[in-house]
């Protein structure tokens, strides 16, 4: 299993867009995406620090969607 994460923010702007790709790890060409838009606010506190306990578990939500998405095809 591979992911590859791609965070793309325009600047000045507080909302970001997530780019998930989830590659099967068996050398096939199968994979699938998922994009998240949302507020950065979200995950930082006010110093600018990445809210692990916040971000980290989204993030494993979402995995789990594109694992489950594979097992639903």
Same mark, same amino acid.
């Given at each position: 299993?591979?992911? !590859?994460?791609?965070?793309?923010?325009? &600047?000045?702007?507080?909302?970001?867009?997530?780019?998930?790709?989830? %590659?099967?790890? +068996? *050398?096939?060409? +199968?994979? &699938?995406?998922?994009?998240?838009?949302?507020?950065?606010?979200?995950?930082?506190?006010?110093? *600018?620090?990445? &809210?692990?306990? !916040?971000?980290?578990?989204?993030?494993?939500?979402?995995?789990?969607?594109?694992? %489950?998405? %594979? %097992?639903?095809?």
């Amino acid at each position: 299993m591979l992911l !590859l994460l791609s965070l793309s923010v325009v &600047r000045y702007d507080d909302i970001y867009e997530l780019t998930i790709e989830y %590659k099967d790890g +068996n *050398g096939s060409s +199968n994979f &699938r995406e998922t994009k998240l838009q949302d507020s950065v606010t979200k995950f930082f506190d006010e110093k *600018g620090t990445l &809210r692990e306990d !916040l971000f980290c578990p989204q993030l494993k939500q979402i995995c789990r969607s594109l694992q %489950k998405d %594979k %097992k639903d095809k």
